[in-house]
């Protein structure tokens, strides 16, 4: 009976790893294809870089509608480029996802002096130093939090696809880090941002 029992734990973790989700060529080229933009991907880790150069990964989980940002070096890609959220919302899409179905933007390991200040700022406003908190929309510390460039760019993602994503924002941002240490952030929507 034990054996069963194990064997179904890992039957349901294996599943709680993996999502069915069908990688899409688009039918046309699309911007990524048009500005030369090269796309690798396994799957479920998506990579976008040109000229040799990795600017963008992204983790795509369908299962728990959740895009998660790993690196980002969109600042160092040449003229004429793609912002991160048209990079995020044309992989999403290769993904064979649709962007009502986004309800998390995650982003790990953040070195980006903008959005370190407007964590330490958060911080000071809220009076934490908690390893984990979250910021929810117009309350104590949103301000501050909204400063990031992540946030900002996940905002500008919502607006203009507000259609495609049928009126989702940012209502909350979740921060998972130890002060001084590199931040993960969550963007929560229906929409969040998330920091872990």
Do not use: H
């Amino acid at each position: 009976m034990r054996f069963l029992i194990y064997s179904l734990y890992a039957f349901l973790a294996l599943l709680s790893t993996t999502s069915a989700v069908t990688i899409e060529e688009p039918d046309a080229l699309d911007k990524l294809d048009e500005l030369g933009y090269q796309v690798k991907t396994n799957g479920a880790e998506w990579k976008i870089g040109r000229d040799g150069i990795v600017i963008n990964k992204f983790l795509v989980d369908g299962f728990l509608e959740q895009l998660t940002i790993s690196d980002a070096w969109n600042a160092l890609d040449k003229q004429p480029r793609l912002r991160m959220r048209e990079i995020m919302a044309l992989v999403w899409a290769r993904a064979g996802l649709t962007l009502d179905e986004l309800d998390t933007v995650r982003i790990l390991r953040i070195d980006n002096d903008e959005t370190t200040k407007a964590i330490e700022e958060t911080r000071k406003a809220i009076g934490t130093q908690a390893k984990e908190f979250v910021v929810e929309k117009d309350g104590v510390g949103w301000n501050e939090i909204t400063d990031s460039p992540f946030y900002l760019s996940v905002a500008k993602l919502c607006a203009e696809k507000q259609e495609e994503m049928k009126g989702r924002s940012v209502v909350a941002i979740k921060v998972q880090s130890s002060p001084g240490k590199l931040d993960t952030m969550k963007v929560i929507d229906k929409l969040r941002l998330y920091n872990a």
